[in-house]
């Protein structure tokens, strides 16, 4: 079965603080991982995504993730958050090079206070 | 501007009534999803289509049908609403396995 767990439901966090959100995985073979932001009443946006080469990868808004296959993670991180940060945040994994669905996890809701 | 557009964003339906939610993307897209979101659950899959006519259940497809007959269209088709239908249901697509998912906007169910 695969699996994509995120540990944290809630993180709170005041405006320039980093951030560090927590996404490991249970799949076989290569893998495409994901971060999505959710903020609320929204749809999904994609943030960056993970499935050869580098294992720090950068996204959009100054987020970053990294990539480790001995601990099974694909953690988010975020040198310095806004206000406007404040969101909902998935992770997803799926198999690489076929066309099969993402598998998410349950979520990380980002509180940021002034 | 590429996007996913779902129809309606709101509605509300008796049980046993049926419901179609409507997915359309401007992106030529083959592979498209509809997947569900309930509170703490995260999204959970309900159909995969690769293309016109190419459907496939996903991980909770009961109680769901869908249907592709045009590629830029998704349609999910709930025949006979029940209560634990009730959900947020989101349509996205995908240009390659590769590749990042558009998301549609949502549609929230409600079913009483």
């Known amino acids: 079965t695969q699996t994509v767990s995120q540990s944290d439901a809630h993180v709170t966090v005041f405006e320039g603080d980093s951030v560090e959100l927590r996404c490991n995985y249970s799949?076989?073979?290569?893998?495409?991982l994901s971060w999505y932001i959710q903020h609320h009443g929204r749809g999904l946006q994609f943030l960056l995504k993970?499935?050869?080469?580098?294992?720090v990868v950068q996204g959009v808004n100054g987020f970053e993730a990294e990539f480790s296959k001995s601990d099974s993670s694909f953690h988010l991180r975020k040198a310095s958050v806004h206000w406007s940060d404040s969101a909902v945040y998935f992770c997803?994994?799926?198999?690489?090079?076929?066309?099969?669905?993402?598998?998410f996890g349950s979520g990380t809701k980002v509180i940021v206070l002034p | 501007d590429m996007k996913v557009t779902q129809m309606p964003r709101y509605l509300i339906k008796r049980m046993g009534e049926n419901v179609l939610l409507e997915c359309g993307q401007d992106?030529?897209?083959?592979?498209m999803y509809w997947y569900r979101q309930d509170p703490g659950l995260g999204l959970q899959l309900i159909y995969i289509?690769?293309?016109?006519?190419?459907?496939s259940e996903g991980d909770i497809p009961k109680g769901y049908r869908v249907s592709r007959k045009k590629r830029e269209h998704f349609s999910l088709i709930l025949d006979s609403a029940k209560t634990n239908q009730t959900s947020v249901y989101f349509c996205?697509?995908?240009?390659?396995?590769?590749?990042?998912?558009?998301f549609g906007s949502g549609t929230r169910l409600l079913v009483i």
């Open positions: 799949y076989g073979g290569s893998i495409y």
């Open positions: 992106m030529s897209h083959e592979t």
């Open positions: 996205a697509s995908r240009r390659h396995p590769n590749s990042d998912y558009t």
């Open positions: 289509s690769y293309d016109v006519d190419s459907n």
């Open positions: 997803a994994a799926s198999q690489t090079g076929f066309a099969s669905a993402l598998t």
């Open positions: 993970y499935y050869s080469g580098n294992p």
